[in-house]
């Protein structure tokens, strides 16, 4: 299996094309966390389903074994019960990373909001600055 190569990114620009500001950043940041709790949980339905799955198709192996069934038959069916519980084993360590990038960027938007959160109140309440360029002198 191939592990996860982290990457840095530059940091999307908004529709002006600049930096997103305090909002937007924390909405996006939401947004990430939502999905990845969304996909978690997809995760975990889908590990559910294969190891039942699997569990099904021990039990017909097993049936098929009592009536006799012709022995490479009943092979194929151990290899697709062995087959189901390896895509459940995936789906939960994915569900496992999913949840933890959920968590993480949870945490990274309380952070966000604890650091910058007074500064952009008092922004947006304080006195309103004058337009770029007011204040050069020739």
Known sequence: MTELVPRTAALPATRGGGVPGFLALAGRVAALAASAAHLAEGLWRLRRQMDQDANHADLLAELCAKAEVEPRYTTMIRNAATAL?????????????????????DDLNSEHRAEYGGIYETSRNGPQQAIPGFYRTP
């Open 85 to 105: 519980r390896n895509v459940a084993k995936a789906a939960g360590d994915v569900a496992r990373t999913a949840s933890e990038m959920s968590t993480a960027a």
